[in-house]
């Protein structure tokens, strides 16, 4: 029980449950008593070290990342130091090794010891656990500061506990393989599947785009074109595209249907998916055409260059300064939750093929491994 769970059965704002669990003269007796039956009743205990963090915090922002300091997250970050110096707080940076398994304790600890003032969660936390994830966002609402997820959903089920900001994932899997299908693919597989459909992971999203996105073309959507990642620790790496593609390319059937298009679930993976391609003997767009997700400079830099969708990082900076700020100076305002749009960079990795049947589907060319 959470002291926002508690101010949501109770019908009052966070800030009168805290008021009213301190025995503040400026509650109302009757609802004071009311809010103390209820956290008896559901077993709420005041967090008393989360007290102690709003006394003498520090004009500071805790920006946490977890695993891998990827380019993407580097970009943000000094996009989110810029956004709040002009908001007049200083950033300090901290790092949650993934082997680390009490994240929560981790996150109070140092929180504690710094007396920020907000907390920043830049890229994925916890683990790829649906309901692990959730326990430990409803853990970090106990901290009772000022959070925001960065580039991640919040995990703690219906009703968020904090704010999010993120690149709108589900609509850049679909605009992706709608270029493709514009292009005249029909057989196109997904590289960077996980283990388990789990709605609000980046994965998951952006595969329910690509499945959209064929569904609304009439193209039946294959499950065998899916290329599961087998580095689950890993899901967005390099090393992930390129082991998953070339066990996925070793089962395939030597008689199965040529695929002619992949979509990559992020840049790291396409680029990995690449080499994958180029020791089977595909040319890429010649016999199979690749496009990634994030935008990245080694997209740009890769040979043939990939087709992307670029995160707006910018944007996704100054909405998650703008509304961890906002939410320090009224900690009762509404939780927000925000998707922005990415745009679609076209590279040199995509091959247009020939439209000849009379109804309008794609007859598909498959050249071949050379």
């Keep these: 029980m959470t002291i926002k769970e508690l101010a949501r059965i109770c019908g009052v704002a966070v800030s009168t449950v805290s008021r009213a669990m301190n025995d503040r003269a400026d509650v109302n007796p009757t609802t004071r008593a009311r ?16 007290r102690h963090l709003k006394i003498g915090s520090t004009r500071t922002i805790a920006v946490f990342i977890q695993g891998e300091l990827g380019q993407m997250l580097i970009e943000i970050l000094q996009c989110l130091e810029t956004d709040f110096a002009a908001a007049g707080y200083d950033t300090t940076l901290s790092h949650i090794a993934d082997k680390q398994t009490d994240h929560a304790a981790t996150v109070e600890r140092i929180v504690r010891q710094g007396k920020f003032t907000g907390v920043v969660f830049l890229g994925r936390y916890g683990n790829a656990d649906p309901e692990s994830s959730a326990q430990l966002s409803r853990r970090l609402a106990e901290i009772d500061v000022p959070m925001v997820f960065c580039t991640t959903p919040d995990y703690s089920g219906s009703a968020a506990e904090h704010a999010s900001i993120s690149v709108d994932d589900l609509a850049g899997g679909r605009d992706l393989t709608e270029h493709l299908l514009a292009r005249g693919h029909r057989r196109i597989g997904f590289i960077g599947a996980g283990a388990e459909q789990d709605g609000d992971h980046p994965w998951a999203l952006r595969l329910t785009g690509y499945t959209r996105a064929l569904e609304a073309a009439d193209v039946a959507v294959d499950p065998t074109l899916a290329v599961p990642s087998v580095i689950g620790a890993e899901p967005y790496s390099m090393r992930n595209g390129y082991e998953s593609t070339r ?8 008689d199965a249907e040529p695929v002619t298009a992949f979509v990559g679930v992020c840049d790291a993976v396409a680029v990995g998916a690449a080499r994958a391609f180029r020791e089977a003997g595909l040319v890429i767009p010649d016999d199979v055409s690749l496009v990634g997700f994030d935008g990245l400079d080694l997209a740009e830099f890769h040979n043939p260059q990939l ?48 439209t000849t049947d009379m109804a309008g589907s794609a007859q598909v060319v498959h050249r071949g491994a050379r």
Excluded: F, K, M
């Design 307 to 354: 087709t992307t969708i670029a995160q707006p990082i910018a944007e996704i900076a100054q909405s998650s300064a703008r509304i961890l700020v906002a939410t320090i100076d009224d900690p009762d305002r509404a939780v927000e939750q925000v998707w922005i749009r990415g745009r679609l960079i076209e590279g040199a990795s995509v091959a247009s093929l020939p």
């Design 35 to 50: 809010i103390r039956a209820a956290a008896e009743e559901h077993g709420y205990v005041p967090n008393a070290s989360a």
């Design 247 to 254: 066990e996925w390319l070793a089962a395939r059937p030597a």
